[in-house]
């Protein structure tokens, strides 16, 4: 099982440009999540999706679009790019949505955008 | 905030030695979690201890959970280089969402 894979793994974008940011996982979970990683920040929520078909925004949603294409797949869109989306991007899945299922990330999409 | 707090921010130790990394949280929970990341990677789960355990064990990890004072610790023992890495601890929010700390950069040098 290869887990929750990401892809890019890394990108650079202008100001103003879109770009998806796409995560699978083949753990048959649920829930699936979009972080974002700042230094001196730790992990911030973007959005979630507890089931297929359904998503909600998590701490900072502004700037930031999802789709749950499916069970397995979960991606985030930025429409148009600006430097203060400049972060590591993690994608998360768990089970489900009860508290004491552990969750499982990705290894991460390095975003700088100028 | 419903997110931990830990405790120090960075820490530095030798190869052989303990290493403690403290979190401390405002909410009423049901479990605490611990994660470790290893530089440019995910974070990977290393522990849950549920709100009505005291302690939990894990190879060379031992995890302590006091609700009372709201604060958990993790401890390493007898720490390796491999452990050089960064740990969170994380607790679930009102909405049900898994909510990270700042967390805790270890550097254990041989």
């Known amino acids: 099982n290869a887990g929750v894979t990401q892809t890019p793994k890394f990108q650079v974008l202008k100001t103003g440009q879109s770009m998806t940011l796409q995560c699978a996982q083949d753990?048959?979970?649920?829930?699936m999540y979009w972080y974002r990683q700042d230094p001196g920040m730790g992990l911030r929520l973007i959005y979630y999706s507890a089931s297929e078909g359904t998503t909600d925004k998590g701490e900072v949603p502004n700037g930031y679009n999802v789709s749950r294409l499916n069970k397995r797949e979960f991606s985030l869109r930025l429409e148009s790019a600006a430097p203060s989306q400049t972060s590591v991007y993690f994608c998360?899945?768990?089970?489900?949505?009860?508290?004491?299922?552990?969750?499982?990330f990705g290894p991460g999409t390095r975003l700088t955008v100028l | 905030s419903q997110q931990g707090e830990e405790d120090p921010q960075a820490l530095s130790i030798q190869e052989g030695e303990n290493a403690t990394m403290n979190c401390s949280y405002k909410?009423?929970?049901?479990?605490l979690q611990w994660y470790r990341q290893n530089s440019g990677r995910g974070l990977v789960h290393l522990i849950l201890?549920?709100?009505?355990?005291r302690e939990k064990h894990s190879g060379r990890l031992r995890v302590t959970l006091d609700t009372s004072k709201k604060s958990s610790s993790l401890l390493i023992t007898a720490s390796r280089a491999a452990d050089t890495a960064s740990y969170f601890c994380?607790?679930?929010?009102?909405?049900?969402?898994?909510?990270f700390g700042q967390g805790t950069e270890l550097s254990v040098k041989p």
């Open positions: 998360a899945s768990r089970l489900g949505e009860s508290s004491y299922n552990e969750q499982f």
């Open positions: 909410t009423s929970i049901n479990n």
């Open positions: 994380a607790l679930y929010n009102q909405g049900g969402k898994l909510i």
């Open positions: 201890i549920r709100s009505n355990e």
């Open positions: 753990m048959n979970h649920n829930s």
